[in-house]
């Protein structure tokens, strides 16, 4: 099998491939073939790592083309990691190269013992367009060979390294495709950090479909808003807050659909939405399964708000209590996922013991499926507050907080308590007519049972989330010190 882009310019040549710079697929084609040359003249070759620490770009989408060309691993970086960030992961990987671009190159130079190139002029990295193109051979890709090393946001323990396979990402773009369905006029606008598998995924997704992707750096509401009428985008991947920034500044375009993903939507947020006829599919995904698991469908959300619909085809979600025993619909449990989009394991080895079951991977997420196998997502086990021998869901104190008309956005933690071993602590965004605490308190009484109520209360003006959309719980601890 030859790289995807390879096939793709051989069956529709003139196709357009990224909308916002006017590329035909037979031209993207020409671009990583340059650049597959030059990556080779610089040391990169089969079964090597290249390393890429760069925003999200139209250079980073035509980097994980020429990876696969060479018959390399793709390994992201988060362009904001600190240099010794940079070097951990660089350790755990052994690239042949890093690229970076003028925003990164300070970082990766302080980082990294390998060399270094990059995408954009530069005086101490080299430049990629000064490197001649060198001969390569072309690898004969194989189902299991491994595609991308992505690493995990780390919110909850040191980041992993996931491994995905060429098989994992092509069963996810499939059973993507089944759940959503595809016109041969759409364009997927990409706005989230290529890092993450939500930005990454409709890189190769577009190719495998035939569709164009539209590429924007950042996120800017109005700026965002511009830039998808201006490529005729049909949908695009959004995290819950960016959403919420839409809706605030204008009309969004006509779209197929949004997929939300990265946290839970509110239900005001996604009733809000609706009113305004934007298609919401929420979905729920993991890393480890190369993005979706579980997606509903626009129609689905406004008739079962909450929901994150059915396993996609392919995928296996089983929920299990605490022994590891299957659990009756809806009763909440840890949730298992099997199924070849997930991931063969982590780059540690303990990682992966730990992870696996028979019942599949052990995700650390809580939920349930109604009868008709629909599936409810309730936080993260290891996000379960403790209080007085009495458990707390965060998400239920937030979906609560959320529900008073002057609060925009809250999440929950628990701080370390001497007598109840933990309490519960919210931090509130507040919109409209700020509420006070004591107002705040009093909605809480009529809603939740006492040990479930926030003995503590802050306000900020936005809540820390990581870049998919996840809450950074120890930035919100950190609030309350």
Not at 77 to 90: A, H, M, Q, W
Not at 99 to 122: F, H, M, N, W
Request: hydrophobic residues 40%; aromatic residues 4%.
């Amino acid at each position: 099998m030859r790289d995807w882009l390879a096939h793709r310019a051989d069956a529709t040549p003139e196709a357009t491939a990224l909308a916002t710079a006017g590329v035909s697929y037979r031209e993207l084609d020409e671009r990583v073939e340059t650049l597959a040359g030059q990556l080779a003249a610089e040391g990169v070759g089969v079964d090597d790592a290249l390393a890429v620490c760069l925003e999200t770009r139209v250079a980073f989408a035509e980097l994980a083309h020429a990876a696969q060309r060479l018959g390399a691993v793709l390994v992201p970086l988060d362009p904001e990691l600190t240099p010794s960030g940079v070097r951990d992961r660089l350790d755990r990987v052994d690239p042949a190269v890093v690229v970076c671009g003028s925003d990164t190159e300070a970082t990766v130079l302080d980082a990294a013992d390998e060399p270094v190139v990059s995408v954009d002029g530069s005086s101490r990295a080299t430049p990629i367009e000064t490197v001649s193109p060198e001969p390569f051979d072309l690898p004969e890709w194989e189902k299991n060979d491994p595609l991308i090393v992505m690493f995990t946001s780390g919110t909850t323990g040191e980041p992993k390294g996931v491994l995905l396979t060429l098989s994992n990402v092509l069963a996810s773009a499939v059973a993507s495709a089944f759940r959503l369905g595809l016109r041969p006029d759409d364009c997927w606008h990409v706005v989230l950090p290529m890092h993450h598998m939500g930005g990454l995924a409709p890189v190769y997704r577009s190719v495998l479909y035939g569709t164009a992707v539209s590429i924007q750096s950042t996120f800017e509401p109005e700026a965002t808003l511009t830039a998808m009428r201006d490529a005729g985008a049909t949908c695009v991947s959004l995290v819950p807050t960016m959403l919420g920034r839409l809706l605030d500044v204008g009309s969004i375009p006509d779209l197929r659909y949004v997929l939300l993903g990265g946290a839970p939507c509110p239900p005001e947020l996604l009733e809000r939405a609706h009113d305004r006829g934007v298609p919401v599919a929420p979905t729920y995904g993991m890393t480890e399964a190369a993005s979706q698991i579980a997606t509903a469908r626009p129609e689905e959300a406004r008739r079962h708000p909450g929901t994150v619909g059915n396993p996609l085809m392919f995928a296996s979600v089983t929920v299990v209590d605490d022994a590891g025993a299957p659990c009756e619909p809806g009763e909440v449990g840890e949730l298992l996922v099997s199924g070849p989009m997930v991931t063969v394991g982590y780059l540690e080895e303990d990682a992966t013991e730990a992870a696996f079951t028979n019942g599949g991977i052990r995700t650390g997420d809580l939920g349930y499926r109604d009868d008709a196998g629909r599936l409810w997502i309730r936080g993260r086990a290891d996000e379960r507050i403790i209080t007085g021998g009495e458990t707390v869901d965060p998400t239920e104190i937030a979906a609560a907080l959320s529900a008073h008309d002057g609060v925009g956005d809250a999440a929950v933690v628990g701080l370390e308590d001497d007598e109840w071993g933990e309490t519960v602590a919210a931090l509130v965004v507040t919109e409209n007519e700020p509420p006070t605490t004591e107002e705040l308190l009093e909605h809480c009484r009529s809603r939740l049972p006492k040990y479930k109520r926030p003995r503590t209360i802050a306000f900020a003006e936005e809540i820390p989330r990581t870049a998919s959309g996840t809450v950074d719980r120890d930035a919100v601890r950190a609030a309350f010190d």
